[in-house]
C-alpha cells in the first residue's frame, strides 16, 4: 500500500470549452492541488469536498484525463478525482456530448464512438493553453482513467483504432447484449464510412475500469498502443460480458496488462457512492450487491491506482501477466 497522506487539498472548477469543429459547448470538471480550504459543494444532487476556484498550489503534477461512462458526467467519479488532487494530480474530465445523462443521442454513433476521443483531446489542449493549469501541468507525465465507455476512449485516445465493422458479427453472436439498442445497425452502418482520426496522445499509464467494446479491437488495432496499462473487472458485471467486452483488451494490448478482477461488484460499483437520496432514486445504478461496501472498495481502489502510477511514471514497473492476479478486493 502507497503512502498516501494528502499534501494539499482538492482544488476544483467548472469550465466551458467551444469545439470549433462541430460547434458544441463542453462542460469539464478540472480538479487541482491547492493550499486553499475545502468546503462542501454541491453538483448534480453530489457533494464535492472541494476549494472551489482556489488557486493552485505551485509546482509541476501529472495529469490524469478521466473519461466517464456512457450516460454520466464530468462528476461521476468525483471522490477519485478529489483524492488524486490532494495528492499531487491535475485530474480533468467533460461531459461527453450526446452521450451522458442528461443526452444520449449519440448513443452507438460517430458523437459517442469517434466523438468521445476528440473531446478528450479538446480538454487536454483547453488545460495546456490556459494560464492556471498550463503552468502546472507536466505534460511528460500523462495518465488516464476510464470507465467502461471511457475505458473505449482512452484506449482510442492512446492509439487505438476500432474496426466498427466488428459490430455486425459481435450482434449476430450475442443478440441479447445490453450495450446493443435497436437502431444500433443504422447508426454503426454510417461509422463504417466515416474517416477516423488517429490519436496518439503520449500516455504513460492508463486504469480501465469495466472496459467496453473489447471486440472493436484485435493485435492490430491496439498495436499502437505504448502505454502500461491497468485493467480492473467487475465480477458480478451484468451489462458487459468479460469475454466479449473485457477480454479483448487483455489478449490484444501490446504490453500485458496488469488485471485485477473485483469481487462481488457489479458494473456500477466504479462510479464514486452515492448520496441516500440517490440511492433510493436510482437503485439501479447506486445499490450494491449485498455484501459489497462501495464505500471501502473505493479507498482500496484509489491506494492501488494512485500505486499503480506512482510506479509506472517511476518506470519502475513491474507488469503481471493477465490471469495469474485475482483480487480480493
Known amino acids: ?16 470549452m467551444g469545439d470549433r469543429v462541430t460547434g458544441e459547448r463542453i462542460t469539464a470538471g478540472i480538479w487541482y492541488p491547492t493550499k486553499a480550504r475545502e468546503a462542501r459543494v454541491s453538483e448534480q444532487a453530489r457533494s464535492f469536498l472541494v476549494a472551489r476556484d482556489a488557486m493552485p498550489a505551485p509546482g509541476s503534477y501529472p495529469l490524469i484525463l478521466l473519461s466517464h461512462g456512457s450516460g454520466a458526467w464530468y462528476g461521476a467519479h468525483h471522490g477519485s478525482a478529489e483524492f488524486f488532487a490532494r495528492r499531487g494530480f491535475v485530474v480533468a474530465s467533460v461531459t461527453h456530448p450526446g452521450d451522458n445523462f442528461q443526452d444520449l443521442g449519440g448513443y452507438l454513433g460517430a458523437q459517442q464512438l469517434l466523438g468521445r476521443p476528440h ?17 502546472i501541468v507536466d505534460t ?29 458479427s459481435h450482434a449476430h453472436l450475442n443478440p441479447d447484449d445490453p450495450t446493443l439498442l435497436p437502431h444500433w ?69 501490446p504490453r500485458v ?6 469481487k462481488g461488484a457489479g458494473h456500477y460499483a466504479f462510479l464514486s457512492p452515492c448520496p441516500e437520496a440517490l ?51
Do not use: W
Not at 1 to 16: C, E, L
Not at 257 to 262: L, T
Open 1 to 16: 500500500m502507497t503512502d498516501a497522506a494528502p499534501a494539499y487539498s482538492a482544488g476544483f472548477s467548472r469550465v466551458t
Open 119 to 135: 473531446h478528450m483531446k479538446l480538454l487536454k489542449e483547453y488545460l495546456l493553453g490556459t494560464h492556471k493549469y498550463g503552468s
Open 140 to 168: 511528460k507525465r500523462l495518465t488516464a482513467i476510464g470507465f467502461s465507455a471511457g475505458a473505449y476512449t482512452v484506449t482510442v485516445l492512446m492509439g487505438g483504432r476500432p474496426d466498427f465493422a466488428r459490430f455486425a
Open 185 to 253: 445497425e443504422l447508426t454503426v452502418n454510417t461509422l463504417t464510412k466515416q474517416e477516423q482520426i488517429d490519436y496518439d496522445e503520449p500516455i504513460v499509464a492508463a486504469v480501465l475500469m469495466a472496459p467496453a467494446f473489447g471486440f472493436l479491437f484485435n493485435r492490430d488495432r491496439l498495436s499502437r498502443v505504448p502505454a502500461q496499462v491497468r485493467i480492473y473487472r467487475a465480477e458480478m458485471d451484468n451489462i458487459l460480458r468479460a469475454d466479449t467486452h473485457v477480454e479483448p483488451y487483455l489478449r490484444s494490448l
Open 257 to 262: 496488462p496488469e488485471y485485477r478482477i473485483v
Open 279 to 329: 440511492i433510493e432514486e436510482d437503485p439501479d445504478i447506486c445499490r450494491d450487491r449485498p455484501g459489497f461496501n462501495r464505500i471501502a472498495f473505493h479507498a482500496r481502489l484509489n491506494e492501488q491506482m494512485l500505486d499503480y502510477f506512482n510506479r509506472s511514471l517511476s518506470a519502475e514497473e513491474t507488469v503481471a501477466p493477465y490471469g495469474l492476479e485475482r483480487a480480493a478486493d
